[in-house]
Every structure is written in structure tokens, then in C-alpha cells.
Nanobody, 120 residues
């Protein structure tokens, strides 16, 4: 059984910073790309940032230059450092990853979500 558990959300003023973490646990052989998504009230879930197993990154245009995704493969953990936060960054943030529990069995997992609220 594999789980993704996020932490680090909270309430912050505009211009502030937060760091989200997402740790994978359970029977893990390897992890493919790890992603952060977010969903604001009344809006569809959107991809915020991606990091491949090799460390290549990609960002949504709305967060480019403000957010940084990183991962610690030894800890099976992905991070999202968020700087210069804006009220429009308010959302529930979810991590997502393709995880191999054996060399032949891969499944996509989601965390439970963590709330980020940015006040103006």
C-alpha cells in the first residue's frame, strides 16, 4: 500500500512564502515524475509544477519564477517552495506521482490535499 501525505499548508499574507512537502510511503520500488496540482473553489484542478525522476522541472505560467519544485529521492519526498504569494494562489494543493511498487506494477497516487490561503 502506497500513500502520499502532504504538509505545510496554511494562511499567509500576500507577498509571503510557504513550503509544501509530500512524502510517499509504503512499498516503493521507484517513483516517476512527481507533480503538484491545485484546485481553487469553483475551478478545475490545474497542474502547477512537475519534476521528473531525473530532476527536470516544468511550471505553469502563473507560478513561473515564484514557485520552485524539488525532490529528495532518498526520502521519496517532493517539495514546493512558494514565494511572493498572491491571493489568487489560494487553493487546495495536491501532490501526485506515478509509483512503481514492483518493477512491473505502476499506479498513480494522489495525496489528500493541503489548504493554502493567501490573504490580501
Amino acid at each position: 500500500q502506497v500513500q502520499l501525505v502532504e504538509s505545510g499548508g496554511g494562511l499567509v499574507q500576500a507577498g509571503g512564502s510557504l513550503r509544501l512537502s509530500c512524502a510517499a510511503s509504503g512499498t516503493i520500488f521507484s517513483i516517476n515524475a512527481m507533480n503538484w496540482y491545485r484546485q481553487a473553489p469553483g475551478k478545475p484542478r490545474e497542474l502547477v509544477a512537475t519534476i521528473t525522476s531525473g530532476g527536470s522541472t516544468n511550471y505553469a505560467g502563473s507560478v513561473e519564477g515564484r514557485f520552485t519544485i524539488s525532490r529528495d529521492n532518498a526520502k521519496n519526498t517532493v517539495y514546493l517552495q512558494m514565494e511572493s504569494l498572491k491571493p489568487e494562489d489560494t487553493a487546495v494543493y495536491y501532490c501526485n506521482a506515478g509509483i512503481y511498487s514492483t518493477p512491473w506494477r505502476m499506479a498513480v497516487y494522489w495525496g489528500q490535499g493541503t489548504q493554502v490561503t493567501v490573504s490580501s
